[in-house]
């Protein structure tokens, strides 16, 4: 949602029952699916940024900290679940592709130990 500037996100399906860097890192990984069709890589890098700079606005200073150190765990396995979802329930090879492509494309870069 966009009201005067400001975005505010509703998701009543997947937020507010886990610590927010999985709450971010799921967010993040759906919104790279749902955009998969229509929107090129330099559009949902944007749009990933934007949420990603407005979430961390709203947190305090040491959820901040943990949310940065933590978020690229959380994104690439949220990411990878809906790899493995999509491999499993999406039944025609061209859709699968069409979702996959993408999000294998934006897949975050696997953090160091």
Avoid: K
């Avoid at 979430?55 to 994104?75: I, M, N």
């Avoid at 859709?95 to 993408?102: A, F, V």
């Amino acid at each position: 949602l966009v009201h005067r500037g400001q975005i505010g996100v509703i998701d009543f399906g997947r937020s507010g029952r886990a610590p927010l860097p999985i709450d971010a890192g799921q967010w993040l990984a759906h919104l790279t699916v749902m955009l998969a069709p229509s929107v090129p890589e330099a559009g949902r890098r944007r749009l990933r940024h934007i949420f990603l700079s407005a979430y961390r606005a709203g947190l305090t200073p040491s959820q901040r900290r943990v949310l940065d150190t933590t978020l690229p765990w959380f994104e690439l396995r949220a990411a990878l679940d809906i790899i493995g979802i999509t491999c499993a329930y999406v039944p025609g090879n061209r859709q699968r592709d069409r979702i996959l492509r993408p999000l294998l494309a934006a897949l975050p870069p696997t953090p160091a130990p």
